[in-house]
């Protein structure tokens, strides 16, 4: 029998009036514009060792890990490892894995962790819930492989791993020895129609569970799977929480969660009503209400606050954007209309892609070539003192340089 905290837990989130909410009002077409001066401060440069054939190319990322600097290249399918003091680690090619083969960083456990499909099978949706009910059976392992770089072991190998269940239910560590999981999906395959949007885990038993919805046929949840989003916050034990094709950001305190703030969004970018009740025929009908109806709200997908801003990364039905919304002036600004300054060296840093928050510090990457550039034309700029060496060895253009800045508070 289902636990009555789980049920009370959801219908005391859901009966919490909107009007109670702080209102972030967002108009995707009329977002203003400001120089990136005003949102950004405490700029510091973290020049790389330079190594032959190491180069930064367009599509990249960085992760802070608990020691190393981790920059993904997923053009080229290889990861650099550098220490936090800058000096080069490991190149680490994982090309023979295949494109599919996405390295997310474990946090908890120290490692890189690629999980994906074998490719010598071919799942639909429909195929990988068979798996899932039915994990125990022997022979669906192989639908699917694991591999595992152990970032506390220097030779950094990736070795082979047994796909375990939490990983096709991609459960993420929350804290203490609590797990939560995030997916959503419908099918007729399920027999019990009562599911949770968002679970908390401890071992194998249900802790709590929040957003009830029918996993048989919630009309929202057709044709499509989706996922809970949970944001960490620089204060232990805080996150904030996002749904699919809801406008309100939630705040949970360990496993306690209660509504933050609410998105208000002009009519053309809410989705109707029809949206939530009448269900699609099949999944092309769905495919083509998203692609004719491409920026209404499909899910908040960040979030990150300061006492003067509220950053965002919201994902419509084709298209996303990030925002950062300022309380004094209840105002928000689209990110790619942020313009750089020279009092910033010209550098673009708060960026649509490739930029990573780590607690209250912010991370992306920047070519070398392109600071240079800038001080060579402006003489009267002072180089900053850890730029100085790494400047005066004539660097490749292409060399990465990590650059960590903070959101003005």
């Not at 599911?195 to 919805?213: A, M, R, S, W």
């Not at 550039?373 to 180089?383: A, L, Q, R, T, W």
Request: hydrophobic share 35%; proline share 5%.
């Amino acid at each position: 029998m289902r636990s009555l905290i789980l049920i009370g837990c959801c219908l005391f989130i859901s009966s919490l009036a909107h009007s109670q909410l702080q209102k972030i009002y967002l108009h995707p077409k009329s977002a203003g514009s400001e120089k990136q001066s005003k949102f950004v401060d405490s700029i510091r440069f973290i020049p790389l060792e330079i190594k032959a054939g190491i180069e930064l190319t367009n599509y990249n990322n960085v992760e802070v890990t608990a020691n190393y600097f981790m920059i993904r290249d997923y053009a080229n399918l290889i990861i650099l490892l550098y220490a936090k003091d800058g000096r080069f680690i490991k190149k680490i090619n994982y090309k023979k894995l295949g494109m599919y083969f996405y390295p997310s960083y474990d946090e908890h456990n120290e490692q890189l962790v690629f999980f994906g499909n074998n490719k010598n099978y071919v799942l639909t949706p429909r195929d990988k819930i068979k798996v899932k009910l039915d994990w125990s059976n022997p022979h669906n392992k192989k639908y699917y492989k694991k591999y595992t770089v152990d970032l506390n072991d220097t030779s950094f190998a990736i070795k082979r791993a047994i796909p375990q269940q939490s990983d096709i239910l991609y459960a993420n560590y929350l804290y203490d020895d609590l797990y939560d999981v995030r997916g959503i999906s419908t099918s007729d395959l399920y027999k019990d129609s009562l599911d949770y949007e968002y679970k908390i885990y401890k071992g194998n038993q249900l802790v709590k569970g929040f957003f009830p919805y029918n996993r048989i046929n919630e009309t929202k949840y057709l044709f499509k799977e989706e996922n809970v989003s949970v944001i960490s916050t620089d204060t232990p034990y805080v996150h904030f929480l996002t749904r699919p094709y809801c406008d309100t950001i939630y705040k949970m305190v360990k496993d306690s969660l209660l509504p933050y703030c609410q998105v208000v969004l002009p009519l053309e970018n809410s989705l109707p009503a029809s949206f939530f009740t009448m269900p699609f025929k099949n999944k092309t009908e769905r495919e083509n209400f998203e692609r004719n109806n491409g920026w209404m709200l499909r899910q908040i997908h960040s979030v990150f606050e300061t006492p003067q801003f509220i950053y965002l990364l919201i994902g419509y039905l084709s298209n996303w954007d990030t925002y950062v919304y300022q309380k004094q002036t209840n105002t928000t600004f689209k990110v790619k209309n942020i313009k750089p300054d020279s009092s910033q060296y010209n550098l673009k840093l708060l960026s649509e892609w490739g930029v990573t928050r780590k607690k209250n510090n912010f991370y992306s990457t920047q070519k070398a070539g392109d600071i240079i550039s800038f001080f060579e034309k402006n003489k009267n700029v002072p180089v900053p003192k850890e730029l100085e060496s790494f400047i005066r060895s004539n660097p490749p253009a292409t060399t990465p340089v990590i650059v960590e800045f903070k959101l003005k508070s």
